[in-house]
């Protein structure tokens, strides 16, 4: 078994950067492939990053690409999200995924993930 707890969420105005982080125990951390996912309310859970087990591959939706980064460090077993330029549309619950794998494939769909966090609330207000 492997345990994620999100955190750095919060309310932030539009512009404004966030960096969640997502602390993983229970499990070898440097062997898993790591994804961010958000779910706005009422909508269903998209996709907004991942990682690589080496973080030698990332992978972003489009709708962040170029504002938000993602990487990971092995040796603390967390994985970062930096959202710059955050925009209203940004708002969601914000989720950190793992899938134990030494492939470095992009893995972008909720199905790949095995293990996930409880979510930490990101709302950017206008």
């Known amino acids: 078994q492997v345990q994620l707890v999100e955190s750095g969420g919060g309310l932030v105005q539009a512009g404004d950067s966030l960096r969640l982080s997502c602390a993983a125990s229970?499990?070898?951390?440097?062997?898993?492939?790591m994804g961010w996912f958000r779910q706005p309310t009422g909508k269903e859970r998209e996709f907004v990053a991942t990682i690589s087990w080496s973080g030698g591959s990332t992978a972003y939706a489009d709708s962040v690409k170029g504002r938000f980064t993602i990487a990971r460090d092995n040796a603390k077993n967390t994985v970062y999200l930096q959202m710059n330029s955050l925009k209203p549309e940004d708002t969601a619950v914000y989720y950190c995924?793992?899938?134990?794998?030494?492939?470095?494939?992009?893995?972008?769909?909720?199905?790949?993930?095995?293990?996930w966090g409880q979510g930490t609330q990101v709302t950017v207000s206008s």
């Open positions: 229970g499990r070898t951390f440097s062997s898993a492939a």
């Open positions: 995924a793992a899938r134990f794998t030494y492939s470095h494939y992009s893995y972008t769909e909720r199905n790949d993930y095995n293990y």
